[in-house]
């Protein structure tokens, strides 16, 4: 069932666990702009928007304004210089991608986190060469939730949406799906906010050892729908 098939990961949160070096790079320019640091829970709830969107939060909390251009590049120049020097797959995430690779799916990343600095990252961590197509924020010209993101990246790995999985962890994430008409699985072990009965994902994994299973079910409702159709 997975043959043909085209499995989509979100980065940040459900593929790697990346908020110690986003915090490290996040509290290194607030800190040197004379602002109070963040909690790696205050960045967690952030993360799915992109840098930007992080920077700005920080400084909303704090009641406090600054040069927000500024400081993301300041942002960037410290995060893409260490850019693994804590962030992890999580458990489980490497052997779910051998599995769904053995089985004849495509592999893709679709993220706001900027192209280069996705590559950067999957390749610091030897993960790049799963992927048959990587789309970031800067890849098109639209990014998530817009569901062009996800429908684009899906062509870009020679896919069909018909023939898709989304695999996120926040509602960014499920909005995106959605919109795509693509079934989306949740990970509960992300960095959505809690609780997350809200979300109204297609399904929900622990852990990614239940990943194969929970996408080839969703592949096969998806075609028993069409056959009915």
Known sequence: MLKDAT????????????A?????????????????????????ASVGLGARVMIEEALRRAG???????MLAEFLIHYETNIARESRPFPGAVAALEALASGGARLAVCTNKR??????????????????????????AVAKP??????????LAGGEPSR??????????????????????LVSFGYAA?????????????????LQGSATSL?????VRHCRS
Do not use: C, W
Not at 116 to 138: H, K, N, P, V
Not at 146 to 155: E, I, M, Q, R
Not at 194 to 210: N, R, T
């Open 194 to 210: 809690s609780p997350l009965d809200g979300l109204d994902p297609d399904a929900m994994i622990d852990h990614f050892d239940a």
């Open 146 to 155: 817009d569901p062009g993101h996800l429908t684009g990246v899906v062509a």
């Open 115 to 140: 192209e280069y600095l996705s590559r950067r990252l999957l390749q610091a961590l030897e993960l790049e060469g799963y992927f048959s197509a990587i789309a970031g924020r800067d890849t098109f």
């Open 64 to 70: 406090v304004t600054d040069d927000v251009d500024g």
């Open 219 to 223: 592949l096969k409702a998806v075609g």
């Open 7 to 18: 499995i989509v990961f979100d980065l940040d949160g459900t593929l790697v666990d990346t």
């Open 164 to 185: 898709a999985v989304m695999v996120g962890d926040s509602a960014v994430d499920v909005r995106t799906a959605k919109a795509a008409s693509v079934p989306v699985i």
């Open 20 to 44: 110690p070096d986003l915090t490290n790079a996040l509290n290194d320019v607030l800190t040197r702009h004379g602002h109070a640091a963040v909690s790696a829970e205050a960045v967690r």
